[in-house]
């Protein structure tokens, strides 16, 4: 009827079925009386319990009222948008599921990462990282992390993780940059992830330090904007205080990809140059 619309909480499912025979036996005329006040998951029940009830049901007046709470303004037509109302509410009743998307165009292996972080002006990490070595899974974080840094990196949630090898220590007095270009491999082509942006935010709880940068989209995609790369500083305490043990760094794309195909074709979509 309306695949998962009619479901089992509706009202007859808590009436004893001599109380629905007594239901089935009332006149027609009582039933166009109680449809119209019923909701759509309920007149949708309606039309599976019997062809008496199914025929009085289906009568469009009905549909057109539940449309009328939800669209005043496209049931003021003289006629439904599409073919019937009954159509019309069961076609955009409820959000529907989220598409599957193709397999992307690109791959891990395809992209290479160019990572480099600053403390103040001084160079303390610069690196050409492969595609793979991002993909989550793959790294294995070193013992003695705080726990709720290690159950937000076992998170469900898409992180792409790399080993600080070997590790740096960074003074919090310091003002800490980073830049993350991306080239393809396969179109010898460089976009832009990350410019130059600051860690000004440590959280000392799950001992991150974190950065963002909103990230450029191809002219091809105009209506898509305001998505932004993270990228986090994993550390743990160092002997001196005021100072952190960076061993790690994470990126996520959390705004909008949240799996390592949605990634992919998030970063697809940048402004290649």
């Known amino acids: 009827m309306f695949g998962n619309l009619c479901e089992p909480n509706h009202f007859l499912a808590v009436l004893p079925p001599f109380s629905i025979l007594l239901l089935m036996m009332l006149s027609e005329e009582v039933w166009k009386a109680v449809f119209p006040l019923l909701e759509g998951t309920d007149l949708a029940a309606c ?3 019997c062809r008496q009830w199914q ?11 539940l449309c009328a709470k939800r669209w005043p303004s496209i049931c003021k037509q003289p006629s439904p948008p599409i073919v019937t109302y009954y159509k019309l509410f ?5 959000r529907q599921h989220q598409r599957t998307l193709p397999p992307p165009r690109l791959s891990l292996n395809d992209l290479e990462f160019y ?7 001084r160079l303390i990490f610069s690196e050409k990282v492969p595609g793979p070595v991002l993909q989550k899974g793959i790294w294995v974080p070193p013992p003695g992390i705080c726990d709720v840094l290690r159950f937000h990196l076992e998170s469900p949630e898409y992180k792409m993780t790399l080993p600080v090898e070997p590790r740096f ?3 919090q007095s310091q003002t800490v940059s980073v830049s993350v270009l991306v080239g393809r491999k396969d179109s010898k082509r460089v976009a832009c992830i990350i410019n130059k942006s600051v860690f000004e935010y440590i959280d000392r709880t799950a001992y991150r330090a974190l950065a963002f940068d909103y990230l450029d989209f191809s002219p091809v995609y105009p209506f898509v904007s305001g998505i932004r ?3 986090s500083l994993l550390f743990m305490d160092h002997g001196s205080e ?4 960076v061993f790690g760094i994470e990126m996520d794309f959390c705004d909008a990809a949240n799996s390592e195909e949605e990634v992919l074709w998030l970063l697809d979509m940048l402004d290649w140059k």
């Open 115 to 121: 990572i480099d972080i600053w403390a103040e002006e």
């Open 55 to 65: 025929e009085i049901a289906k009568d469009d007046y009905f549909w057109k009222c």
């Open 229 to 231: 790369a993270w990228i």
């Open 47 to 49: 039309m599976v319990v």
């Open 169 to 171: 220590a960074v003074p």
């Open 242 to 245: 005021g100072v952190i043990d």
């Open 90 to 94: 069961q076609t955009f009743y409820k």
